[in-house]
């Protein structure tokens, strides 16, 4: 049994990382303050530096100053009340000179369980306690035109205060970074951030960037989940989907492959990912992923591969990510 | 422009052409002795033939299908013509049967196909055929049943023979093209499955695209290989597989969904085929994905030019319907009906090839 080659060199310190509910028959307030505080701190942990940010006071400023202290510090409203924002950039994202800006925005009218987040390869500018800051060619990638639930627990949901497992992968080139979250089971989000491998020569911008609140074909493969730029003559944001071997034997590309394991040797395939546009004017596959597979859809998140010995990769959702080779993927 | 690095070196025989004679009957008599002489020229020998008057022994090795007038085709119990291919490097004792006899039509438009994957055809007379316990039926009807093969055979038209052996012997393919129309009507395709999973017994692929009466679309297209499951395999028991695309996406192959060059650099996309069988619970006793084809991609379905060669400089690959081919770099492909000097160009450096063995066994929870 062969395991697929590897092409990144991963840094595995933050996986496994227990978020522990505030009290028993709290609100999931704490939690999701943590998971997104969490975000913010990995990202800057891993050389994202902060432009701006707006915490619970009040207080903002584009001005290089992370005012998410703490988790205490993010703050939920919608629209006119105030509600925090942080802006971050990660240094030459794209290429040389391609700075990237990630706009989180904690606009809700149900509070905690949903946001904004927005990308744009020119700085955020403005912002104050009502309104978000906003750039010229920004992308909103969570939500469209206004909130979204940014994990898969239900914007309206009532469940109170719960365990979780966060999860932040990146290679060591910096050039691949994954955020996760698990939870009973389950995929709570999937943050991706990350150059695409091969790309055209062509795409000016070659990296994507995605929110996600589960990983399956149903997130990735049956809708553009991915967001890159490309600067060519229609300048703009394309959206991509993530394509991997199949067969239409039913309604989805997936259906025949992916649904169960091999029925000789009771092993699972691994499947590559090409990222595919159909955006007009950006039509085409420009790219694949780095070290990203999509699985049968019978996996379980937290199986991890090969079935004796270290956990090389894990199963999240319905994709295999690398692994430490040492510790399970820590789900409940 | 770099393009895909062929896994196999190839012996490409193209445009072997046979004019129509005028009369349809005789053009399909004509076709089928070609077949044969073909199949003897790709790595097969004979095991044993019947001349319809002539049968012969297994492995007696005798060729009796010197002409057509030994081509006898039979729907009762009379007399009828068939021939034993043997093949001994994609499978130990591989064999292919074809038979001029069906139940239910006579006709000599009709073939059966059959392959044994390891068991080896045994007995046949003058007026019975040979039969195998590990038989599977190639050709359309069902089991031991004939068919088309190619076509359409409505008319009188002559057909376009092109040919693939891979030098080790492992991968033969046959694609017709005939002079009704510019289309690829027929495709014969027999070879190992590449990177198959571990233990599977017969690991090989056995596959007869074919027309119909009138069919004038070819049928070497996304409808009739890649949404349904026309390719044969054997473990133990016949089953079924899908010409899977390595990259699809929504509901099919990128071939499908990306209809025009890519906007970013101008070329047509490609994809390598993965073999997949579907569910238990349908078609097939095996499931999942059971191996690659190498060198054999899925284009975009708005490539319409049959024949059309990739890329403009090195013309080392061919379009027939939906799929893409080895080419010889050099001829100008036969449609059936002329030459064709379109050429296009692929993008090269996309298309997730075969990257090995990628079967990797599970472990629950830890």
Redesign the interface.
Known sequence: ?????VTKVWDFSGINQRLKRQATGATTLNTFRQLLWKIKSTLVGWGWTVRGSCNTAGVYGMDGVDRWITSADLNWSSWSSPSGWIVLTKANAAGAGKNLDLMIWLDSPFGHTAGQVWVSYSAFTGGTTSARPTAAGEKQVLGTGSYAPWTNISISATITDFNCWFHAIQSTDNEVQRIFATYNGTILFNLSLEKAQ?P????THPFVCAWTTEITYAAY??VAAFWAY?A?A?AGWMSL?????????L???????A????????????G???L?S?TT????????LYDW?FL?TA??T???????GA?Q?I?AGQCAFPWDSIN?LR?V | MPLPVFQKTWTITPNDITATSGVAATDAKNATLKLKNKLLGLGFTTGYSCSSTVAGTVNDGVDRWATTANLVWNSTTGVRSWYVFKNTTIGSNFQVLIKCYSTTNASVYYLGIEVSPSAGFTGGSTTTNPTATDAITLTQGTTGESGWWSGPWSVAAGFTFHTWVSTDGEHVRIVICTSANTKPMGLIMFGKLYNPPDGHATPAFYASAYSSWTETNGYLRYADLYEAANVHGYNGGGYLMHLGAHESYVDGAIGERQVAVNDLTGYWPISPCVLIAPSLLLLSNQSGVMGEIPDLWWASTGLTVEGTTFDTATRQMVLWNNLIFPWDGVTNPHNGSAEVTTTADVDPTLPISPAGNRFVPISDDL
Do not use: C
Request: aromatic content about 10%; charged content about 15%.
């Open positions: 049994m062969a395991l697929p080659a091969n055209v020569s062509a795409w493969n049956d490309d060519n229609t989907y993530a394509a991997t071997a199949g067969a239409k034997s309604a989805h590309g997936e259906t025949g492959m649904t169960m394991s091999n029925s000789i040797d009771g092993a699972h395939f691994f590559d990912i090409g595919v159909e004017g950006k039509k085409g596959r420009h790219g694949q597979w049968p996996v379980l937290g199986d991890s591969y090969p079935s004796t956990p990769f199963a399970p789900t």
